[in-house]
């Protein structure tokens, strides 16, 4: 079965670090460019980071830029998304994306 299963939200302080992780089945994350996005209610779906195939090139939304890495574990053919300094306008359901397949998302939340 083609999925993508997220996981790693929760509650974090201002300024503190989560590491989402997004597991995928039926084909290899290293064969496709790979996306985080992220969404708050009432809002569209916004972009937050791309790990392309080919080059393993890595690029960022200006709002999560240095703060954010995105990553991918082959062995465990597995999406990773470190957060760092995270602030409460991060606060959204988080979503991992290939073309044409998107994971349940994971809540993350911050707030003092």
């Known amino acids: 079965q083609v999925q993508l299963v997220e996981s790693g939200g929760g509650l974090v302080h201002p300024g503190g670090s989560l590491t989402l992780s997004c597991a995928a089945s039926g084909f290899r994350v290293d064969n496709f460019d790979m996306n985080w996005y992220r969404q708050t209610p009432g809002k569209e779906r916004e972009w937050v980071a791309i790990?392309?195939?080919?080059?393993?090139?890595?690029h960022y939304a200006d709002s999560v830029k240095g703060r954010f890495t995105i990553s991918r574990d082959n062995d465990k053919n597995t999406l990773i998304l470190q957060m760092n300094s995270l602030k409460p306008e991060d606060t959204a359901v988080y979503f991992c994306n290939r073309p044409g397949l998107w994971g349940q998302g994971t809540q993350v939340t911050v707030s003092s």
């Open positions: 790990i392309l195939a080919n080059s393993d090139g890595r």
